[in-house]
């Protein structure tokens, strides 16, 4: 009794506070056939750790105070959302964080990207891989390579998906939610969408959209989910993670324009394209009411729009 007591004052004294709760914001767009379409702020949670990023770091930070780990390491690439947020979690909350980085050329980069100068200002400490190494980053003997350099550390995957991640992302839907009868949101790595599969309503369904190509991710999500109201709708990657167009950035100007809600163009804005268009095409029955998750990721606008003026092409021009 005593040690569940411990645990729970550790956890009232140590949790990651949101900022702001998010609220359910109808966009302004008209739709046909009476349908209407919400879509939740998770971007507004917290300013540098929004959306599942803070969902999938709360509980694994409270883990690692529990375990009395001083350490944060984890692995991500040049624009990454999450490598961002786990070195704000780590500095606003007493870690040391390590950052594992895909591109051993970025090295030498660090003062041109916005998301690698914010992580390193936050206190991380980066380490930059060759790609071929990368690859290798689940592998133990990578892994135990890492402690004999670093020293012990708590480890959380790339884009922060595993069981703890999890419990966090079943709280993103609340009982006000109860009313719509569609649960949309984009997917990187599968622990978003797996924790809203687990608790949804048994008469809402949640449509998924990958930003990488093919629909490998079924089996990932599998591994974490009892329930089969859920489909992945795999024809808006864009041409993979990280692409983008022309088409897909006049859209996210257009919607900023609208509706004043920023979407980042590698998750969310991908999925809100897709669920519009799905809806021009009369894939919702009439009166469907529709809610659309908002992960975040608005940090990396600010890389995304370097690599387009690069290519001389359009910009995602809001103001964040």
Not at 303 to 316: A, E
């Amino acid at each position: 009794m005593q040690s569940v007591k411990v645990a729970f004052l550790l956890y009232i004294n140590f949790t990651f506070v949101p900022k702001s709760i998010p609220l359910n914001q109808q966009l302004k767009t008209p739709f046909p056939n009476s349908i209407s379409v919400y879509i939740k702020r998770e971007d507004l949670i917290h300013p540098f750790v929004s959306g599942n990023k803070f969902r999938k770091l709360k509980y694994n930070l409270l883990r690692a105070k529990e375990k009395n780990q001083e350490t944060l390491l984890t692995f991500g690439g040049a624009f990454s959302n999450h490598i961002a947020a786990v070195a704000f979690a780590g500095k606003e909350k007493g870690f040391k964080t390590i950052g594992i980085i895909r591109g051993d050329e970025l090295g030498s980069k660090i003062s041109e990207n916005p998301t690698l100068l914010f992580a390193q200002n936050c206190g991380m400490q980066l380490e930059f891989i060759s790609r071929e190494e990368y690859r290798l980053k689940s592998e133990i003997t990578f892994l135990e390579n890492l402690k004999q350099k670093f020293g012990s550390f708590y480890l959380i995957p790339e884009g922060g998906t595993n069981a703890l991640a999890i419990k966090g992302c079943q709280e993103i839907l609340t009982q006000e939610d109860a009313e719509f009868d569609y649960i949309c949101c984009s997917i990187g790595t599968g622990g978003t969408i797996s924790g809203i599969i687990n608790s949804v309503l048994p008469y809402q369904k949640v449509l998924g959209f990958p930003a990488l190509k093919g629909d490998f991710l079924k089996e990932e999500i599998r591994n974490f989910v009892q329930n089969e109201n859920w489909e992945l709708i795999t024809d808006y990657h864009f041409g993979g993670y990280g692409k983008v167009n022309s088409a897909l950035i006049g859209f996210i100007n257009q919607f900023y324009a609208v509706n004043q809600i920023p979407l980042d163009p590698i998750y969310t804005g991908k999925m809100v394209f897709g669920v519009i268009d799905l809806i021009q095409k009369n894939y919702f029955p009439a009166e469907s009411k529709i809610l659309l998750i908002h992960t975040g990721g608005i940090q990396g606008i600010q890389g995304m729009n370097i690599k387009l003026r690069n290519k001389q092409l359009p910009i995602i021009d809001i103001n964040v």
